[in-house]
């Protein structure tokens, strides 16, 4: 077997049997060695193992940890002791004063606000807060779209906030803030038609026919209880509106049927618009003004209208109709007649009595 190995250059097992048989035709050894003989030591000898090469893996180098983190300064807690006790007596005078939740809810969030500002700016809250700071406060406000009216509105939580923890200021560098007057928006009696025409529940056009008929705002609406529609005099009764104000308030005769079938059912305590999410509590403001907004929509109202519109719009055709001023001002119940004066710097009717000169 040596010789073949030495013949081919290879092990007898790599050899093939076709190969051995044709070499052993030629070969000398023919006569000597038995050809099957050969072949049966080429089976039986032993196979030599194949060596695996192996590769080495250069280890990775390892990267430099980055330098331990520093521990960030401890956060301050948004309110002290002391500044939490002034919150405290801010709610305390709007509660005794009665005010609204609403009221409540945006005084809050302007004296939180001007906490926030003073604490960057290494300053804190106090009654005797400068009225420099005040004046930079309400200016840096101002440069970021807030409204007169809005600022107006801090000046008076700030104003109360000082009073409610022994400090009566009067902030004479801001002591008036000129807001500006848009004319309120008012639907035509085209608009409205086209608008409670798109609305196809019924429920949800009484509700917007309310705003329209009777001059509600939507907070109004929605706390419309079964025992205020008063259907056999055709009013209805607004309990605790703006101002913790009660007024009575008309109803059209074409919004009856659908009143009383409403009212079908329901207790005399019972909202006539509940939530169907929240049972025995009123539909939520926003879901009113979404309804309205589909309906504005569908309707091909597109300058600006709002829910609110449709109150200024029943003040408006009422005005243009010849109604009184002052029984306009019950119906909406403005305290002073000067507010409701608004609606006729947009009533036409004395407007289409002038003839243009051209």
């Given at each position: ?24 035709a ?46 960030p ?5 948004p ?8 919150l ?6 709007i509660?005794?004063?009665n ?37 930079k ?21 700030l ?9 009566i ?92 079938a ?5 207790r ?40 609110h ?17 002052r ?9 002073h ?15 289409r ?6």
């Amino acid at each position: 077997m040596s010789e073949l190995e030495a013949v081919f250059g290879k092990s007898i097992h790599t050899i093939s049997e076709a190969d051995i048989r044709a070499y052993w035709a030629t070969s000398p050894q023919a006569k000597t060695t038995d050809l099957e003989s050969v072949l049966e030591m080429r089976k039986n000898a032993p196979r030599e193992k194949t060596k695996i090469a192996t590769v080495t893996i250069p280890k990775p180098t390892p990267k430099a940890l980055p330098p331990p983190a520093v521990d960030p300064p401890p956060i301050k807690p948004p309110f002290s002791e002391a500044r939490r006790g002034y919150l405290d007596n801010l709610k305390k005078i709007i509660r005794i004063r009665n005010y609204s939740a609403a009221t409540l809810r945006s005084y809050m969030r302007d004296i939180i606000g001007f906490d926030k500002w003073l604490t960057n700016l290494g300053e804190e809250l106090t009654p005797s807060v400068s009225e420099q700071l005040i004046l930079k406060f309400m200016l840096h406000r101002k440069d970021s779209g807030v409204t007169n009216q809005s600022l107006r509105g801090f000046r008076a939580a700030l104003r109360l906030f000082c009073e409610a923890n022994g400090e009566i200021r009067e902030f004479t560098l801001i002591r008036t803030i000129k807001g500006a007057k848009p004319l309120p928006i008012v639907l035509s009696v085209d608009e409205v038609v086209r608008t409670l025409n798109a609305i196809k529940n019924k429920k949800h056009w009484l509700m917007v026919s309310l705003m329209y008929s009777s001059g509600l705002r939507v907070s109004e609406v929605v706390r419309i209880r079964v025992s205020d529609v008063d259907l056999p005099q055709a009013t209805l009764t607004i309990r605790q509106g703006k101002g913790r104000k009660d007024r009575i308030t008309i109803l059209s005769e074409k919004q009856i049927p659908l009143l009383n079938a409403a009212i079908s059912g329901k207790r005399w305590n019972d909202f006539l618009f509940s939530s169907t999410q929240r049972p025995g509590q009123p539909l939520a403001i926003r879901s009113l003004q979404q309804v309205v907004t589909r309906a504005l929509k569908k309707g091909g109202v597109w300058r600006g209208a709002s829910a609110h519109s449709f109150r200024h719009s029943f003040a408006t055709h009422l005005l243009e109709a010849g109604t009184d001023i002052r029984h306009i001002q019950q119906l909406l119940g403005h305290e002073h007649v000067r507010t409701t004066t608004t609606y006729t710097r947009v009533a036409k009717r004395s407007l289409r009595k002038i003839q243009s000169p051209l």
